[in-house]
């Protein structure tokens, strides 16, 4: 039992990942969907929370990137606060046509 605490003792603990280092993994882990605009979306951490912000043109881009978010190590939570390009158009011009 000594001994368990002992070697639990000399495991480094890990960094929590910041937000520069959580935008790269997620870009790297997006260039399998190159349809996604990684420059639209941003992450934000704290702590294991990621938030992410940004825009996306589908529901299912947007889940997407949080599903690949959920995949970054250290990551526990998801705060997707992407919104949907049609969304946003709709809101700001009353504009529904996608770019």
Not at 47 to 71: F, P
Request: glycine share 4%; net charge positive; hydrophobic share 35%.
């Amino acid at each position: 039992m000594l001994t368990d605490l002992k070697a639990q003792k000399d495991i480094p603990a890990l960094s929590p990942l910041n937000s520069a280092d959580a935008y790269r993994q997620l870009r790297d882990i997006l260039r399998a969907h190159p349809w996604i605009e990684c420059d639209l979306i941003s992450v934000e951490m704290e702590g294991s929370r990621a938030i992410l912000r940004g825009c996306v043109y589908s529901t299912a881009e947007r889940a997407q990137v949080e599903a690949a978010t959920r995949k970054l190590a250290g990551v526990t939570e998801v705060d997707n606060r992407i919104s949907l390009i049609k969304e946003q158009r709709t809101q700001t011009s009353g504009s529904t046509s996608r770019p």
